[in-house]
């Protein structure tokens, strides 16, 4: 990944999403088995669960350098258009609220969008005028390993704003 600007964070009006989620509490280091899990049970719904009609999200509730590892959560989710039944996997409806958010896009690896999150963080919000809203930032998975090279996913990142 090229070293990320502040022109390339741009400004938008994110639509209001709804989302089936799974939300792994507990070390970063067993995250894996929970996407795992969401993974297997996204594969058992039906088509509108899937991709590509169904986009997918991951919602950063916590940063794992911050956080205790049995306090740390993250949200792995899709959209969608039918509400989620109850299930034993754990998965439950969501929202990811309509409203302005700031924007970055970026291609490469995970450890390319953890940069890129720290970039939103520690250099756009610090230097610009805007406050954060009361909801985590969330990223959008638009191409995903094993679709395409770990190097070559592609990501949207969002940072909710008031």
């Given at each position: 990944?090229?070293?990320?600007?502040?022109?390339?964070?741009?400004?938008?009006?994110?639509?209001?999403?709804?989302?089936?989620?799974?939300?792994?509490?507990?070390?970063?280091?067993?995250?894996?088995?929970?996407?795992g899990?969401?993974?297997?049970?996204r594969?058992?719904?039906?088509?509108?669960?899937?991709?590509?009609?169904?986009?997918?999200?991951?919602?950063?509730?916590?940063?794992?350098?911050?956080?205790?590892?049995?306090?740390?959560?993250?949200?792995?989710?899709?959209?969608?258009?039918?509400?989620?039944?109850?299930?034993?996997?754990?998965?439950?409806?969501?929202?990811?609220?309509?409203?302005?958010?700031?924007?970055?896009?970026?291609?490469?690896?995970?450890?390319?969008?953890?940069?890129?999150?720290?970039?939103?963080?520690?250099?756009?919000?610090?230097?610009?005028?805007?406050?954060?809203?009361?909801?985590?930032?969330?990223?959008?998975r638009?191409?995903?390993?094993?679709?395409?090279?770990?190097?070559?996913?592609?990501?949207e990142?969002?940072?909710?704003?008031?």
């Amino acid at each position: 990944m090229t070293t990320l600007t502040i022109e390339q964070v741009t400004l938008c009006n994110f639509e209001a999403t709804t989302i089936a989620q799974l939300t792994h509490v507990g070390s970063p280091h067993t995250l894996i088995e929970t996407i795992g899990c969401f993974i297997k049970w996204r594969q058992g719904q039906t088509k509108s669960h899937r991709p590509p009609l169904s986009a997918t999200y991951n919602i950063i509730y916590d940063d794992p350098a911050q956080t205790p590892s049995e306090q740390y959560r993250f949200g792995i989710a899709c959209s969608t258009v039918e509400p989620v039944a109850q299930n034993s996997v754990g998965v439950t409806n969501k929202l990811i609220p309509a409203g302005r958010c700031a924007r970055i896009k970026i291609t490469g690896s995970e450890d390319d969008m953890a940069r890129a999150i720290d970039f939103l963080y520690r250099d756009w919000l610090v230097n610009s005028d805007e406050e954060l809203r009361d909801f985590p930032l969330f990223v959008k998975r638009v191409a995903m390993f094993p679709d395409v090279a770990r190097h070559q996913q592609e990501f949207e990142i969002y940072l909710p704003l008031m």
